[in-house]
């Protein structure tokens, strides 16, 4: 009789708490991944929502760079086109230099001296010549300093025979009264 079991009821409620129990564990087990599943659904969305975001930022960072380039492109322009003025600028107020300079070298040559050639670079302008002596060359000179138009005379080259009149070399340079007034005429 040590074996019969007088009281079957526990029994029962036994497998009755293990059947309540698998089914918690299952529920819970369903709940977690529910929720797992969820929170997965969830941050996949935000991580594709921030994708398109993204994405629209670089499309319109796109446009912002071709503008940009544009931008540069249309400076670029117009530091040409204001480098092109500035040039026509300076040709414009230059231009009646070289008039005053062709007066300048008629009214300061002397008698007796006469010019082979002529060569301007700049505001130096090289003077080769024949005079009959070297007075005439230093009176050439004197006439260059006291123009209003040339200055600073320079004797590079001297050179007389006695068969010959006497050639010389002479620099000078052109006084260009536009920018002593500010480019203006």
């Known amino acids: 009789m040590a074996h019969i079991n007088l009281l079957p009821w526990r ?13 918690s564990v299952l529920l819970a087990l369903i709940l977690a991944g529910g929720a797992c599943g969820g929170v997965h ?19 319109e960072i796109a446009i912002v760079d071709k503008k940009i380039n ?6 670029k322009q117009k530091a040409q086109l204001i ?8 040709l414009q107020g230059s231009r009646p230099q070289i008039v005053h300079l062709f007066d300048e070298l008629v009214t300061t040559i002397p008698d007796g001296t006469h010019l082979t050639k002529l060569e301007q670079k700049g505001d130096g ?16 000179m004197r006439n260059i300093e006291s123009s209003a138009w040339l200055g600073g005379p320079s004797l ?7 068969k010959s009149k006497g050639t010389f070399t002479l620099m000078a340079k052109q006084i260009d009264h536009n920018k002593d007034k500010g480019g203006q005429q």
Request: aromatic share 8%.
């Open 11 to 23: 029994e029962n409620l036994r497998k009755k708490r293990q059947k309540d129990f698998g089914m």
């Open 41 to 59: 659904f969830y941050i996949e969305d935000m991580i594709s929502h921030q994708e398109g975001r993204n994405g629209y930022l670089g499309q």
């Open 70 to 75: 544009e931008i540069k492109d249309l400076e």
């Open 83 to 90: 480098a092109r003025m500035n040039v026509i600028q300076s």
């Open 125 to 140: 302008v090289t003077m080769n010549g024949i005079a009959e002596s070297n007075a005439r060359v230093s009176a050439y």
């Open 156 to 162: 590079q080259v001297i050179t007389s025979t006695e």
